[in-house]
């Protein structure tokens, strides 16, 4: 019972990561695709999680607090090209 | 037109510890468990990442006065002499050894000279991937 709901809520991680690739590939803006990328992110860890279960391990939960830290970083990065165009400055403008 | 960004300053002083936890439990987890000197090093490179996206490049030179190309020369550095160590008690070069020793507070515990080298290489990939950020920064 419980097996099969988690591996239908697998596939259904997997519609929702093919969904949102088509908006990374037909995404009119730069935006909505690095906001899609984001939610790629958001979805391969909660499939990590439901994989854990599933298997019943313990060896992905490092697999999640990096990957959750990558995407972290990398929203964080995209974010500031998008409103400053330097991602690292030299000297802040206080 | 002036930004705001005590949000992402406030968030980033926190997370940084969070990240840097975490760079240290992957570091001691080696050798037994997914982890090691690498990952370690690249997590340990990433809390640096972030300190750089939200402050600037002079602000944490003045905060972490280090030379982070002398720091990846000495992580190799210590691979050699790790490895060179074995070769003096008349063992094959990068050989190792480990051993269980009683320590206060933690129990027994195991001490390795496999831990040595991965120090050396988490210094090393610390100071290669923040020299490679560092200089791709620069000139934008």
Redesign the interface.
Known sequence: MIESILTISLILFGVAILITFIRIVIGPTFPDRVIAMDVIGVNLISAMAIVSVLFSTR?FY?VI??LG??A??ST??FS?FL??G???????DI | MKINEVILQSVSKIVVFIILTLALYLFFAGHNAPGGGFIGGLVLASSFVLMLLAFDIETVKKGIPVDFKLVAASGALIVLLSGLGATILGEPFLSQSFAYFDLPFYGEVELTTVTIFETGVALAVVGVVVTIILSISEDV
């Open positions: 060896a490092d607090l990096v830290i990558l972290f970083i964080i990065s500031k409103e400053r330097a991602i690292i400055e030299r000297k802040r």
